[in-house]
């Protein structure tokens, strides 16, 4: 079965420190997966995602992640964070039916 | 446009009630989902449409009733709801069922059964 996990219910960074938001995945197969935020009150946006290719992939303000297949991750990255990148952050792993299985969530907190 | 549109924002209904929440998209997307999300967790898969047919329902209880009248509009009807279905209620579309495109999510109608 497909999975992905967020180890970390919480991230605290600092104003113009890089941010980490952790995401590790179990599937069969290649996986096709997938950055989503959430901001309080809102929808979900989606931020980018991996499909094949790049290991690094660049998606929306300033977001980027790296796909590494032998330790099975697919960490959210950003050179330098703002405080309005302050949102709930879900890594999903998509099945052969289009499902998206969402990870637990990771709250990003950026202090000034 | 890469907008999906709910209706209503909010909505305060009492377990007696029937109501319908209402979806809309105008991207060309094939593909149609209802999810919920309850506060500071994962949205849960409720039922995907595909070209206007049902395709995945994920066991959810009759009193939750989609509707997909035309590749623009999904509804989901709501009778006789049960206060744990308080909720923030999410649509979103995608070009196809099953494809490597991404998930266009709606801003979602918060639902509160009194």
């Known amino acids: 079965a497909q999975s992905v996990a967020q180890p970390e219910d919480q991230v605290n960074v600092a104003e113009g420190n890089p941010l980490t938001v952790k995401c590790t995945y179990s599937?069969?197969?290649?996986?096709?997966l997938f950055w989503y935020v959430q901001y309080p009150n809102r929808g979900l946006q989606f931020l980018l995602k991996y499909i094949t290719g790049d290991n690094l992939v660049k998606g929306s303000y300033g977001f980027e992640a790296e796909f590494n297949k032998s330790q099975t991750s697919f960490h959210l990255k950003k050179p330098s964070a703002l405080v309005s990148d302050s949102a709930l952050y879900f890594c999903a792993v998509r099945d052969y039916r289009g499902k998206l299985i969402f990870g637990q969530g990771t709250e990003l907190s950026v202090k000034p | 446009d890469t907008e999906v549109t709910q209706t209503p924002k909010h909505l305060v209904m009492g377990m007696t009630n029937k109501k319908s929440l209402k979806c809309e998209q105008h991207m060309g997307h094939r593909a149609m989902y209802w999810y919920k999300q309850k506060a500071k967790k994962p949205p849960e898969l409720m039922f995907v449409?595909?070209?206007?047919?049902?395709?995945i329902n994920e066991s959810v209880p009759s009193r939750f009733s989609p509707e997909c009248p035309n590749s623009s509009l999904l509804n989901l009807h709501l009778h006789a709801l049960q206060p744990e279905d308080s909720a923030l209620y999410l649509c979103?579309?995608?070009?196809?069922?099953?494809?490597?495109?991404?998930?266009?999510f709606g801003p979602g109608t918060r639902l509160t059964v009194t």
């Open positions: 979103a579309s995608s070009h196809r069922q099953g494809d490597s495109d991404e998930q266009y």
């Open positions: 449409y595909s070209y206007e047919k049902l395709s």
């Open positions: 599937v069969s197969g290649n996986p096709y």
